[in-house]
């Protein structure tokens, strides 16, 4: 066991814990932070996707001491002071979710691709958002979610 020292949505949290535990079971066991999902366990599905330095990133796949020197923001973090974010609102005001399940990552992998990119099209939306998987197969619900937010 390690010490680990995370910055998690803007604080300061501290761990114990095996070096090359997957940052999800961190942020899921450790930290009480549920909003990430498990899915495949392998990065495929996106599932577990989070921010780290504002890019998204699959928390399966990141081993918690490499995640000690960055930024981590979970699906918690996006909104703030009780404020959701523009993605949030689209994922309602679209009624995008269906089961939900994959939801916190795919809303973590649309705002990162509108940081990046205000105004994507349907060929880079689709693209950007091809390593997140949804069961429900919700996936025009979810493109018209982030023009619908890219515009607000």
Known sequence: MSQFSLSVNGQQRSVDADPDTPLLW?????????????????????ACTIHFNGAAMRSCQLPVAAASTGQITTIEGLAKD???????EA???????????????????????????????????????SGNLCRCATYTRIRKAIHTAATS
């Not at 990430?36 to 392998?42: A, D, F, L, N, P």
């Open 91 to 129: 994922w309602i005001e679209e009624d995008v979710p269906q089961c939900g399940y994959c939801q916190s990552g795919q809303i973590m992998s649309a705002t990162a691709l509108l940081t990046r990119n205000p105004k994507p099209s349907d060929e880079e939306i689709d693209s950007a958002m």
């Open 26 to 46: 961190i942020l899921r066991d450790h930290l009480g932070l549920l909003g990430t999902k498990y899915g495949c366990g392998k990065g495929i599905c996106g």
């Open 82 to 88: 009780g404020k959701l974010t523009a993605v949030q």
